[in-house]
């Protein structure tokens, strides 16, 4: 009992002294954050984020997009509402918008935004309200449709 009060002591010292407090860092000036002017140089902004200004009962959408970095260092920007993904290279040149199509070459609609990569080479989306995920490549090509369930542990992204 004395060894393992005597290693949550140690434990809780050890945390405290080497915790740093990122609000100080920030306050201080230490954090910089510089605009690479190369980035996505000669992009039509309007034409590429048309849907920025889309609104719903005169609230901003803009404010939903987010943006998934690949291993390669591209980006991909979600669409809330609008069922497609943009795809920018690693210096931030506009590729092409992509949709997630199934092998028919149908879309699917009302997707959700990606969340995460899995293995290196497939994104998912976050749950819908069954609680179903989808999974596709980097180009939009569906690979599965994966749900939680409790009595099956293994249906994820990764097993394919």
Not at 78 to 97: A, C, I, L, T, V
Not at 133 to 147: R, S, V
């Amino acid at each position: 009992m004395k060894n393992l009060i005597l290693i949550f002591i140690f434990i809780t010292i050890t945390i405290n002294g080497s915790s740093q407090n990122l609000i100080d860092i920030y306050k201080k000036g230490t954090v910089q954050l510089v605009p690479d002017e190369e980035y996505g140089l000669g992009n039509n902004w309007d034409e590429v984020f048309e849907s920025y200004y889309d609104s719903i009962m005169g609230k901003s959408m803009a404010d939903r997009k987010s943006l998934i970095v690949l291993p390669d260092g591209s980006v991909t920007v979600n669409h809330p509402y609008r069922d497609f993904y943009s795809k920018f290279s690693p210096n931030g040149k506009f590729q092409k918008e992509f949709q997630i199509t199934r092998n028919n070459g149908s879309t699917f609609n009302k997707i959700k935004p990606i969340e995460g990569i899995v293995n290196g080479n497939t994104f998912f989306t976050g749950l819908d309200n069954m609680g179903n995920m989808l999974c596709f490549d980097f180009d939009g090509n569906y690979k599965k449709n994966t749900g939680i369930r409790l009595y099956d542990q293994t249906n994820d992204c990764s097993s394919q």
